[in-house]
């Protein structure tokens, strides 16, 4: 190994330690106290939420493969009736949506649709989705254990981890980076069991202005 590569190698050991270490000071854990405020601000804020609209980007990471898939799409979001429409448009169009205790899935094979009722699983992944989406549910201590952390900025996290087994055995642990400003959800981050990290960031959201009722309607 050559003298160059080897400084090349320490620049950019000490790069990434840099790195690590300036993350570990910008967030911390935040006291009983805090994290009371928090989520209740946070919670506050959710149920002023009638509607939400949004673009979003995803980006997957399979650990075992070492690259992403990254996809791009809409989504829209009623409290009224609990319904979500969770649409991919790109590089595939596949789309989930919630109505109630009902749930479609629409892509180039078909529809399905699914009595939510009849599922716990699916009764906890739905509630994931709508509490990611808005940040609501954080104080229940249903399928998760909320832990918030808080640093320098703008920036708040919570971090999300599994109850329930059937939830445990999907997830590690799901983190909603959170605008301390606005108290909303910006980017959702979830650990598979597996290793597999995805990443959606929402974008252009838009509160409480009119939605098409067909968004969430049969087909």
Not at 85 to 99: A, S, V
Not at 181 to 190: D, F, G, P
Request: charged residues 20%; proline residues 1%.
């Amino acid at each position: 190994m050559t003298k160059q590569l080897k400084t090349r190698i320490f620049l950019w050991g000490m790069a990434l330690w840099m790195t690590f270490t300036a993350q570990a000071q910008t967030l911390r854990q935040a006291d009983a106290r805090q994290q009371q405020d928090m989520v209740a601000r946070i919670s506050r804020s959710a149920a002023a939420i009638r509607t939400l609209t949004c673009h979003f980007t995803q980006v997957k990471t399979l650990q075992f493969l070492n690259e992403q898939m990254r996809s791009e799409g809409l989504m829209a979001y009623q409290t009224d009736g609990r319904c979500l429409r969770w649409e991919y448009q790109k590089p595939y169009q596949y789309t989930f949506i919630l109505n109630g205790d009902k749930a479609q899935v629409l892509s180039a094979k078909g529809r399905q649709t699914i009595d939510i009722r009849q599922s716990r699983l699916f009764q906890g992944i739905a509630r994931v989705m709508m509490s990611s989406v808005t940040g609501s549910g954080l104080a229940t201590g249903g399928d998760f254990t909320c832990t918030m952390y808080t640093g320098g900025g703008d920036q708040w996290q919570a971090v999300l981890t599994p109850r329930r087994k059937e939830m445990k055995k999907m997830f590690k642990d799901i983190r909603l980076h959170i605008s301390a400003s606005r108290q909303m959800v910006t980017q959702v981050e979830m650990t598979e069991q597996g290793g597999d990290v995805t990443v959606i960031t929402l974008k252009d959201v838009k509160l409480n202005g009119p939605v098409d009722q067909k968004m969430f309607a049969d087909r």
